[in-house]
């Protein structure tokens, strides 16, 4: 899957083109003069034929969803309004398995993080935090800090998150002037799935579910 933290820095026709690109690797004519010149500067695209949105992955497919609810944000259309059970950890997946997975914990004000899995491999962030504001269908979210894992060249085995830093250290890089991330965004709803029911909500094309109301429990 795209990552979502690289949409959120995106903007104007780079989704277009972003989405293009899926079908410009599997050699697509596009009916598009525009398109057309913009891919054929690159030696690796080779139009061939006629490639419709069945030919491709489901990885694929994905992607293009989701790159599409980006397109389609609006900051001047009616704003999307949480109320107080915004509060709480959110993972992208609604089972808990090992450890977190990527995951936006909110908070009561205005704000908010973003932490990475805990199941990748040799990480380098751990993740995001700042304050957010929502305006239309548009989640804005002004990064202030990033917390990332210095450590040396050793790793070792973990179970089942395969490889992990041997001393891994936590340290924190505040910018001064923030960075402005975007993402499509819902209104929180609730989802029933194997008899379990959450409340559920679209950031960035993708489906986070509450997995606790105490944002202490985010690690």
């Not at 410009?24 to 913009?38: D, N, Q, R, V």
């Not at 936590?170 to 029933?192: G, H, Q």
Request: no cysteine; charged share 25%.
């Amino acid at each position: 899957m795209i990552d979502l933290i690289s949409l959120g820095k995106m903007q104007g026709k780079s989704f277009r083109l972003l989405r293009n690109a899926i079908y410009a690797k599997h050699g697509h004519i596009f009916a598009s003069e525009e398109l057309t010149e913009y891919f054929s500067r690159f030696d690796w695209y080779k139009p061939t034929k006629t490639v419709s949105y069945a030919d491709l992955s489901e990885v694929e497919r994905k992607n293009i969803e989701m790159i599409q609810k980006f397109e389609k944000m609006d900051e001047n259309s009616e704003t999307i309004v949480w109320g107080p059970e915004k509060e709480g950890v959110w993972q992208d997946i609604f089972v808990m398995a090992a450890g977190w997975s990527d995951r936006f914990v909110i908070y009561s004000d205005i704000k908010i993080e973003f932490l990475f899995s805990q199941m990748s491999e040799l990480q380098l962030i751990k993740g995001l935090a700042g304050t957010y504001t929502i305006r239309g269908n548009v989640l804005l979210f002004s990064v202030s800090q990033i917390d990332i894992y210095e450590h040396d060249a050793r790793f070792q085995e973990s179970g089942g998150d395969g490889f992990t830093w041997a001393n891994p250290k936590e340290n924190t890089i505040y910018f001064k002037d923030p960075v402005i991330l975007r993402f499509p965004v819902s209104k929180i709803y609730t989802f029933n799935k194997f008899g379990i029911e959450r409340l559920a909500v679209e950031i960035g094309g993708r489906e986070f579910y509450k997995m606790a109301d105490n944002v202490t429990l985010k690690n």
